[in-house]
């Protein structure tokens, strides 16, 4: 199992329409990439003003190579669209999930 993080940094000029982001762009990401293994979509936003990143998501899939093979197929729409809320480049992090005990 990999998570992708994808992170919107929190710069001096960010611009950042977060209604859009929840209503528009998460339910995108849900149908688009949902056909192809996406198996969860988990959203995160900052408390803290000053934190590094406004928004983080994480988007599961069974391997790296199932994300890459989705993002392949609709990656091209998904990031067309990120200039529709916002006017920072994305960080991606393709992550292992290791469990661990509580």
Known sequence: MIDVMVAYPNTDTLS????????????????????????????????????????????????????????????DQLLADIANFTNVDPVLQVNEVVDTPA
């Open 16 to 75: 950042f329409d977060d209604a859009y982001y929840i209503e528009k762009h998460s339910p995108l990401v849900n149908s688009l990439l949902g056909e192809h293994g996406l198996r969860y979509l988990r959203v995160h936003r900052r408390i803290d003003p000053q934190a590094p990143y406004h928004l983080v998501a994480h988007l599961g899939f069974e391997s790296a190579q199932r994300f890459e093979s989705a993002f392949a197929e609709v990656g």
